[in-house]
């Protein structure tokens, strides 16, 4: 690809791509071969830029795995605040729709993992760590900092019937419910970690000294398998699909089988998530909004 420098009017470039291969260059660019040019690959499946003018080499590696097969856009989500700045001696004039892209910055904030009302993650079970097998079990353990309204916080199912076992937030209590069957309440208590145990009988939630346990019946035991052996097989956080929620809530951490998420590695998320904040407080006046 060539391109008229003198016709460029903007700084940034965009596209998707996708591989298996985990070394390689994606695109390499220059002016001039010798002394001013920019490359872009992966080197053990991570990205990583090398830059080399007159006015600078450097050679920058980061980011997670993408040599999934996946599209990826090579755009990464940051969960940060600005403030007091100027940008060309100016006051930056944000478009119209700024108010859904960016969040409020006008409040106290602290280390977390926040779902704003409405807001929701999905996961592929299988890019989670997996369930044992012998014998045949799976953990989830969240620990909330805030909590608030009402509606899913965690669901496992599958895009056509997204809540096979869920976790719902009412009236400052866990409901834990197995399909269209009676759920089981355990009151939520904050800074405690909450866990949530699955094997081929039963179902354990627990937190603290309290404990509530779920029988599955046998019919379940083969759609319960399924979730993790189909593609199809999600984790779903937060909203699910088409529900009216007004549930928010912080969490320190969601670990899997002991080992941590990251909320950027979701197949899919809110943008209004945020990923490593959340406000001191919950509040009907916090802005949320990104």
């Known amino acids: ?103 409020s910055c006008d409040v106290e904030l602290q280390p977390g993992l926040f779902f704003s009302p409405g807001t929701h993650a999905e996961f592929s079970l299988q890019d989670i760590p997996q369930p044992i097998v012998e014998p045949w079990a799976f953990s989830l353990d969240l620990e909330f900092k805030l909590a608030a309204g009402s509606g899913h916080l965690l669901a496992l199912g599958a895009p056509e019937n997204p809540s096979w076992l869920s976790l719902h937030l009412q009236d400052q209590k866990v409901v834990l419910s197995s399909g269209a069957g009676p759920g089981l309440a355990l009151p939520l208590v904050l800074g ?14 627990s937190q603290g000294l309290k404990t509530e346990v779920l029988v599955l019946p046998p019919s379940s035991l083969g759609p319960l398998l399924n979730l993790w052996t189909q593609p199809q097989g999600r984790l779903f956080l937060g909203a699910l699909p088409g529900e009216e929620s007004s549930a ?9 089988q002991g080992q941590k998420l990251d909320m950027d590695r979701a197949l899919s998320r809110s943008q209004d998530i945020w990923t490593h904040s959340c406000p001191q407080i919950p509040s009907n006046g916090t802005d949320t909004s990104h």
Do not use: Y
Request: net charge negative.
């Open 248 to 256: 928010s809530f912080c969490l320190d951490g969601l670990w899997a």
């Open 1 to 103: 690809m060539f391109f008229n420098l003198s016709k460029i009017n903007k700084t940034s470039s965009s596209f998707e791509f996708r591989t298996w291969d985990p070394e390689g260059v994606i695109f390499h660019g220059d002016t001039n071969t010798e002394d001013d040019w920019f490359m872009l690959g992966l080197r053990d499946g991570k990205p990583e830029i090398q830059l080399f003018n007159s006015w600078a080499q450097l050679t920058v590696g980061a980011g997670p795995r993408l040599d999934d097969g996946r599209w990826h856009q090579l755009v990464p989500a940051f969960d940060g605040c600005l403030r007091r700045d100027t940008w060309l001696g100016q006051q930056a004039q944000f478009s119209s729709f700024s108010s859904t892209t960016f969040r």
């Open 192 to 205: 405690l970690p909450l866990q949530l145990k699955l094997n081929m009988s039963r179902v354990i939630l």
